[in-house]
Every structure is written in C-alpha cells, then in structure tokens.
C-alpha cells in the first residue's frame, strides 16, 4: 500500500511517500530554520506562510523522485494535531485536496504517534508493545505502546518540553535558535558537574516531568555572572544541562519499563538526536538487559516518512476522516 503524507506541524514541511508502513520511497522535507533564526524562534504567521509556498512543490518533487505516478497513490495521510494551528492547516487542506482529486482514503495522524512510527521505518523487526519516550520541542511524554494504534501516556511534563528547555537556555546563553544541536556541541567540552542544576519531581506522579525550574536555573546563572562580572563557563554550563536533562529522562523511563516488564525501549521526537541522552540510554539499557531502539538523526526531526508509517496502521485499524477534517493546536494521544 503506498500513502502520500503530510506533515507541517511546525516549521518543517514534508511530503514523502511511505509503502506498507517501512519502506520510504522518499521524503522531501523544506525546513525554516533560516526563516526564523533571525527571530530567535518560530513565528507561526511565517511558518504557515511558508508551508504554503512550498508544499505543492514538494509534492511533485517526492513523485518524481520516486518515479511513481499520482494513479499509484492509494491513500494521503497528514499530521492534523498537535502543532502551530495555521501550520497544522497548510498541510491539513493540502491532503484533503490531494485525497478529494485522487479520490482515495485520507487518514488523519497524530504527529506523537507519527514520531513513534519513526522508529518502524528504522526496525522493522519492531513491534508492539513497547515503551516509548517522545521528546520534542513542544512535547515530553512516556507512551505505553500496547499496539499500533493503542497507546497510553503514562506521564508528560507539567510545563516546558525538553526541547523547549533547551531552546530557551540556549537563546539566553547568546547561542541562538534552535538551541539543540548548539548546546549539544558545546557541552562536548564542558564539565558536566560545573554547575549544580535542579532535576524537579512530581509527588503525585512519578512519571511527570517538569523542565521550567531547570530552565529558569539556568537564566538564573546566566543573568547572575552578567550582573557580578563572574566569567560564565558556557561549555560547562550546557553539559551540566545536558546531563540534568538527560538523568530527568532516563531514570523515569528505566524505572517505567521496570514497572510494565517491557524488554524494548523506544526514543522519538527531535531531542532524541541530543547525544549525551543517547549515550545514557544506551548505557541504562545495557546494564538493564533491555533492547534500545533510538532513530537515524535524519528521523528524529519533524519529517513526512514518520507520518506515512503511522498513517498505514491507522489505515489498517479503520481510521479515515473526510472533508470536514480540522486541524487542532492541541489533542490527547
């Protein structure tokens, strides 16, 4: 079965075309980061705007590139929740277009579930069930992947992402947007107990997080040697933030797996590239005996192939939507 998919959830837009759930024929993606970098974050008007400069583009290239004709497309799947609203529009009236015309089944696709099907399209011997940590820019939660389409969110942050943490820390510590990958470089050369961070927990769930204290930490700091005149140690800082993170992550995470008896263990969602997580995981997951399934950088990021993976089992389980398709800012996994 081969799906056209959709995702512009945020400032990446993707088209790709997915067969049976693994195998991607191709993605084209078109990200904004240049777009917004000058802002020091994502504007939403201009995100949206750009969405629609280019997702017909991106389209016909995918289906060149692929070789296969518009009569060879038996479904389109787009991500319809959670993300910029007008964002989430672009691509939702795009695959309500593209499914009307080629007159063929449109699939709606949570893109958190999309982001855990990244990991199906990089092991196809994966299967349900299975524990999955889904960190992003906007989201942070542990789902208990029962079955493809059968999930449960057995905790989530209270407050800011990982992603958005580290976004944040970065843009006051002057290292400009987006904040990953440069607080990740950085840290390589740091001291990862330079700086005595906060990891919060939750007393009334053990796997809630909650990022804002440690964010709010780390401005502190900065704003402190600003204001004494005390030289500020950046790489040490955003290895001591590395390393507060990535324990927030792990230690819930082992200790949900440990709970549910699950042997497989999951990563997803762009922070899932940040390398000191990766390694940690892998780490625990050894010591633990338990199988460890984290995505090729170029599947962490927001991308079309992860939306057509998860949009073949949504298509398998009955879920199809019409032309009355809306998109949401925001919606329960």
């Known amino acids: 079965m081969l799906i056209l998919s959709v995702e512009s959830s945020c400032d990446e837009t993707a088209v790709a075309l997915v067969e049976d759930g693994r195998r991607v024929l191709t993605d084209q993606i078109f990200s904004q980061v240049a777009l917004h970098k000058i802002y020091g974050g994502v504007v939403p008007e201009i995100a949206a705007r750009s969405h629609l400069e280019v997702i017909v583009q991106l389209a016909d290239r995918a289906l060149k590139e692929a070789g296969v004709s518009r009569r060879n497309i038996d479904a389109v799947a787009c991500t319809y929740a959670p993300g910029l609203i007008g964002a989430v529009l672009v691509g939702v009236n795009f695959a309500k277009s593209a499914a009307l015309a080629l ?20 092991y196809p011997e994966l299967e349900p069930p ?25 905790g989530r942050t209270r ?22 990958k440069p607080i990740d470089d950085l840290s390589q050369t740091g001291d990862d107990h330079r700086y005595d961070l906060p990891r919060p927990y939750v007393g009334d769930n053990p796997f809630d997080m909650s990022f804002s204290g440690l964010k709010t ?15 500020l140690d950046k790489p040490g800082l955003a290895a001591s933030l590395c390393r507060a993170v990535s324990e927030s992550l792990v230690d819930r995470t082992m200790e949900a797996a440990k709970m549910l008896g699950y042997q497989h263990i999951a990563v997803a969602g762009g922070v899932a590239a940040n390398s000191r997580i990766r390694r940690d995981f892998q780490t625990a997951c050894e010591e633990a005996g338990k199988a460890l ?11 079309g192939a992860m939306i057509g993976a998860q949009g073949y089992y949504e298509y398998l389980a009955g879920t199809r939507a019409g032309s009355d398709l809306n998109a949401y800012a925001t919606m329960e996994l």
């Open 103 to 122: 007159d063929v089944p449109l699939i709606p696709v949570h893109h958190i579930r999309g982001h855990i099907a990244a990991n199906y399209i990089a």
């Open 130 to 154: 299975f524990l999955c940590l889904a960190i992003s820019g906007g989201n942070t939660m542990l789902v208990d992947v029962q079955g493809y389409t059968d999930m449960r969110v057995l």
């Open 159 to 180: 407050d800011d992402a990982a992603g958005e943490c580290f976004d944040k820390s970065a843009r006051v510590m002057g290292l400009g947007y987006p904040g990953g």
């Open 217 to 231: 930490s780390v401005v502190n700091i900065v704003h402190h040697c600003e204001q004494t005149g005390e030289p």
């Open 293 to 303: 399934y984290t995505p090729p950088m170029r599947l962490c990021g927001d991308n």
